[in-house]
Structure formats: structure tokens, C-alpha cells
T-cell receptor
Framework: DAKTTQPNSMESNEEEPVHLPCNHS???????IHWYRQLPSQGPEYVIH???SNVNNRMASLAIAEDRKSSTLILHRATLRDAAVYYC??????????????FGKGTKLSVKP | DAGVIQSPRHEVTEMGQEVTLRCKPI?????LFWYRQTMMRGLELLIY????????DSGMPEDRFSAKMPNASFSTLKIQPSEPRDSAVYFC?????????????FGPGTRLLVL
């Protein structure tokens, strides 16, 4: 699977927007961009995913660059509950691993009240 | 839905003992995954099953580790004999399928400490 690069940590203030970047310069044409997050002492949870177009759901928005070499997860109003490690993951469209999740180190987001 | 259920939530054992971790996937899901998380190595996929059949066990560290899925609603991960370096949080996850878009739902994890 293609690899991703994320900042180790980021800080945000409560109720402000947060933009979490992810670089994936070697992404292939059929790789989907997935985001998961892991709250303290919990298992990872799905946040959002996309292929080419920007995506929105109740948790976040995903902005994908036109060349698909980078993407940004946007939390519109950070809350204390959003403090977590955020993982940007590329999932293969096909292959022996059938698109298994491969977690990197992620970005640890801290939210200040 | 209760989500993915794992037991025990915490396990402390002594080196050399057998450890069995249990997982109940979400009803109707046909893929199940076991992960291990440590500070040094992060989250690693150990093995995954599709329709109760092991598909990829290339992440299983060594022969001391074994996993089974006797039916669609139950899986075990066994370590025998356990060693201190097996101390980690073990997560089980399930999904509706094994495809590239399928969301994986994780359990709360089992925190294992081997003394």
C-alpha cells in the first residue's frame, strides 16, 4: 500500500476549526483515502473516506487535492471529545490484502478549552 | 447493536502461561480482524478472517500465536506460551465485507500484561 505522511501532533482551541493534513504523493489511481481516529483508551473509529471529490458527513469533511497527492481532514468546530490520534490511510482497490487498513503513526490532536 | 465485544478487557498473566482473548463481531459482519497495538510498533494487523476462513495471517508474530473462528459470531486469539514482549493492547474489528470501502468497527480492546 502507498504510504502517508502526517504531522506528529497538532493543537487546537475548542470550538475552532481544525485542518489535519496528509500527504500521499505515491497514491495510485484506485486508492481510497480513509480517515480513522482513536480516542484515548478506545479502539479506532471510522471518520470519513473519499476517492477524488470532497466529502462531508456528520463528523467531518475531507478535502482532496486535485492531483490526489494530499488531503485534509476538517473538523469544523473542535470539541474536547475530538482529542484523539487521527490516522490517514490509503486502501487499495484490489489486491491480495483486499484493502486492509495499515495504520501509520497518525497525528495526535490536542484540544484546549 | 452492541458493537464488537471483546473479553477480557484486562489480563495480567505470568510468562509461560497460556492466554486466550475472545471476540464477538457485530452480527451480520463476515470479516473479522485481530490487531495489536504497542508504543513501539503502533497498530499492526495480525490476522484476518473472511466468512470464518483465515485469509491473511502474515502478521502473526510467531508460532506461539494462533487464531480461530469456529463460527460467524466468535473468534479467539491464543498465545501459548506468553512472553513479556507480548504485552500490548489487542483489538478485534469486524466489517460487512473485506473490500476496500468497507468500514471496520473496532472493539474496546484487551489490555494484556505479561509479567
Amino acid at each position: 500500500d502507498a504510504k502517508t505522511t502526517q504531522p506528529n501532533s497538532m493543537e487546537s482551541n475548542e470550538e475552532e476549526p481544525v485542518h489535519l493534513p496528509c500527504n500521499h504523493s505515491t497514491i495510485s489511481g484506485t486508492d481510497y483515502i480513509h480517515w480513522y481516529r482513536q480516542l484515548p483508551s478506545q479502539g479506532p473509529e471510522y471518520v470519513i473516506h473519499g476517492l477524488t471529490s470532497n466529502v462531508n458527513n456528520r463528523m467531518a469533511s475531507l478535502a482532496i487535492a486535485e492531483d490526489r497527492k494530499s488531503s485534509t481532514l476538517i473538523l469544523h468546530r473542535a470539541t474536547l471529545r475530538d482529542a484523539a490520534v487521527y490516522y490517514c490511510i490509503l486502501r487499495a482497490h484490489y489486491g491480495g490484502s483486499q484493502g486492509n487498513l495499515i495504520f501509520g503513526k497518525g497525528t495526535k490532536l490536542s484540544v484546549k478549552p | 447493536d452492541a458493537g464488537v465485544i471483546q473479553s477480557p478487557r484486562h489480563e495480567v498473566t505470568e510468562m509461560g502461561q497460556e492466554v486466550t482473548l475472545r471476540c464477538k463481531p457485530i452480527s451480520g459482519h463476515n470479516s473479522l480482524f485481530w490487531y495489536r497495538q504497542t508504543m513501539m510498533r503502533g497498530l499492526e494487523l495480525l490476522i484476518y478472517f473472511n466468512n470464518n476462513v483465515p485469509i491473511d495471517d502474515s502478521g502473526m508474530p510467531e508460532d506461539r500465536f494462533s487464531a480461530k473462528m469456529p463460527n460467524a459470531s466468535f473468534s479467539t486469539l491464543k498465545i501459548q506460551p506468553s512472553e513479556p514482549r507480548d504485552s500490548a493492547v489487542y483489538f478485534c474489528a469486524s466489517s460487512l465485507g473485506g473490500g476496500y470501502q468497507e468500514t471496520q468497527y473496532f472493539g474496546p480492546g484487551t489490555r494484556l500484561l505479561v509479567l
